[in-house]
């Protein structure tokens, strides 16, 4: 008897063994193996590796959020996922503007709609019960109250038959003129405290030559106007202009009165009529209605 020579294995086609499936971060692994279609013997094994799939981001979504609220900016974390680990891949914290406040379509209301702040540029209807519709000075009175020139005598009444006191025309026109802090601190009149309400409209006027005091150390605050001195104020704090035309209809005007230029002036521009075709009646009372009429004349016309 012969030997037989031996065959020799035929390696069948490789096979994966041991698997360990790879994740996100961790690498996987097998070992590649080939054995021996005809005897099965292992004829060789070499572990691979699985790389490491990487994360896969989700659609971000937000986190610990917090509304704005009209004044205060709200915030909120744009967070990213891993959709297939789960694993929290970035994290940002992000600013909500705050809304501002709602004062209706217009901006005008009186509160916010949304927290009930009151609204800064709030102007009250002008509703007094002394102001007519049809009154010659009801346009005037609106006027002033939403220019802030001046406010009621109460929540309810304007008063437009009373006096005008000296005070009350000075703080009319300094509030026109936007309400400028006076210069100088220096308050020669007994008569005007630190606290009055037209105290700094006073120093204002004075320091303007819009008016002098009624004597070196008073200013008799809460003396009624009459008709020239109002015209007189109006006309200084207009920068004293000379009237254009020359002829003076009224017999109660004479060239030599404080108020001669004033009167011509006011009646050129339209700001006030005599109170008949010949006369001006420069010494009577001035009311508060004729004030805030004149203002509104000279000034929004
Ligand atoms: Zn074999
Ligand atoms: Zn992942
Ligand atoms: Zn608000």
Redesign the pocket.
Known sequence: MRDIDA????PAETVRENEKTATCTVDGSYDEVTY??????E?SREAKVIPATGHVPATAVRENEKAANCTENGSYDEVVYCSVCGAELSRETKSIPATGHTFGADGKAEKCSVCGAKNPDYKPPVNFKDVKPGAYYADAVAWAVAKGVTTGTSATTFSPDEGCTRGQVVTFLWRAAGSPEPVGAKNPFRDVKSDAYYYKAVLWAVENGITSGTSATTFSPEDVCTRGQIVTFLWRANGKPSPSKTGNPFKDVKSGDYFYDAVLWAVEKGITLGTDATHFSPSDTCTRGQVVTFLYRDMAQ
């Open positions: 065959l020799g294995h035929s021996c279609s005809v005897c099965g013997t004829l």
